[in-house]
């Protein structure tokens, strides 16, 4: 009986003591592995003190399982000090083990979204998501060298407190991530850079408006052309307006309806909501003007699958707005004007093409564009473009 509880439990080291329960499951068990000193491997312990650690144990068929171990804290004899009793599988200060992580990287893989994840396993979607970009972390470190895709997107993505920015590399002529690394800077992807093989027949690469992404891209893609993703452009774009709306009317622009009416795209505002803005418009006629523009500049930057003949009527249109910004003599205008203005080249092959980091774009706020983005990079491991369910 003991020997099949263990096989479920799959930790060879595990001495059960008695279960409880039947969802959640508590598994109480000790560690039957002979002891030795972390720090001189001495067998000649004290056993100082107990404490119980609960832990969250990979699911046995959708029950959640508890390990409530009994730790223990030894003074070794030999050189002294004491340590508290390790286990195989599951990291110091974590309360959760290395398979219950892996369950859930392994249910991400498959494409589940990281709200069905929380919702199934009764965690936070932000650890559903942390434990989907280690376990590509551990991927990446397990592989030695990897073929570069020919449309590669390089992004950043928050990883946690602690480790600070991780930089994704996805394929996107395939729809998947094919890696993480820590950092984004040039010098924590170096080493990362330097492995990749064929970096010279990449053809285009999708970044955001990253003068640290442009440079590592001219320097280790020698072949590429650099393509601006349009999520970011828009992003962009909208929080240079939003900026100029709170410099105006601070009040108004912390108003949330008002807000939400304002950010959202067009075609989606109903008659009554577009009166509403009017209504709002008319005390500020100059945020109407930048208003339209927005809208309209918006409008030029979400066209693609277009052939270089329709671009080059485009640009010049696109250029006349730039100038507009440039000109309009009001500071986050001219700000925008100027960006853009320095990534104008890859802004405009935007036209040419469809793929963005994003998948999806739009008018949204910057908290939901967020969690769409990682929302997004969950479902990207499909091997078809996934559907997304609006908001
Ligand atoms: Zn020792």
């Known amino acids: 009986m003991e020997i099949i509880a263990e096989q479920l439990i799959n930790l060879p080291w595990i001495e059960l003591v008695k279960v409880e329960g039947v969802n959640p499951l508590h598994i109480y068990a000790r560690s039957k592995k002979e002891r030795v000193c972390i720090h001189c491997q001495s067998k000649r312990l004290h056993i100082k003190d107990f404490k119980e650690r609960q832990i969250r144990h990979e699911n046995i068929s959708f029950r959640e399982v508890f390990l409530k ?62 434990y989907f970009l280690e376990e590509l972390l551990i991927k990446s470190k397990q592989r030695s060298g990897y073929q570069c895709p020919k449309v590669l997107g390089i992004d950043e993505h928050f990883f946690t407190k602690k480790k600070g920015y991780a930089t994704t590399f996805c394929d996107l002529s395939r729809n998947k991530v094919f890696d993480v690394v820590l950092g984004r800077s040039e010098k924590a992807l170096e080493v990362y850079l330097r492995k990749l093989e064929h970096r010279d027949k990449v053809k285009v690469v999708v970044i955001d408006l990253s003068q640290t992404y442009r440079s590592i891209v001219e320097k280790y893609f020698p072949n590429a052309k650099i393509v601006s993703d349009r999520f970011h452009v828009i992003r962009l774009i909208n929080i240079h307006f939003l900026k100029f709306w709170k410099d105006l009317d601070p009040v108004g622009s912390k108003n949330r309806g008002l807000l939400s009416l304002i950010r959202r795209h067009e075609k989606n505002l109903t008659k009554e909501q577009k009166q509403k803005i009017e209504k709002y418009f008319k005390q500020y006629p100059e945020l109407k003007a930048v208003y339209l523009f927005k809208q309209k500049l918006c409008r030029l930057l979400l066209i693609k699958h277009r052939t270089a003949k329709q671009c080059k009527n485009l640009i010049p249109v696109f250029l006349k707005y730039i100038k507009q910004l440039k000109e309009s003599m009001l500071d986050s205008m001219v700000t925008l004007g100027n960006t853009l203005d320095s990534w104008s080249e890859e802004v405009v092959r935007m036209w040419r093409f469809s793929k963005s980091n994003g998948i999806t774009e739009g008018f949204h706020n910057k908290m939901k564009m967020l969690v769409r983005r990682a929302y997004g990079l969950l479902s990207l491991s499909f091997d078809a473009i996934p559907k997304f369910v609006p908001y």
Not at 80 to 86: I, T, V
Not at 88 to 108: C, S, V, W, Y
Not at 118 to 124: F, H, L, N, S, V
């Open 69 to 130: 171990i009994e730790a223990r804290k030894f003074k070794c004899l030999e050189c002294g000090k004491f340590f508290w009793e390790r286990f195989d599988g599951i990291l110091p200060h974590n309360n959760k083990t290395e398979a219950f992580r892996k369950q859930i990287a392994h249910q991400a893989f498959r494409g589940v979204t990281k709200k069905d994840i929380a919702k199934d396993y009764d965690i936070g979607e932000a650890t559903a998501y942390r």
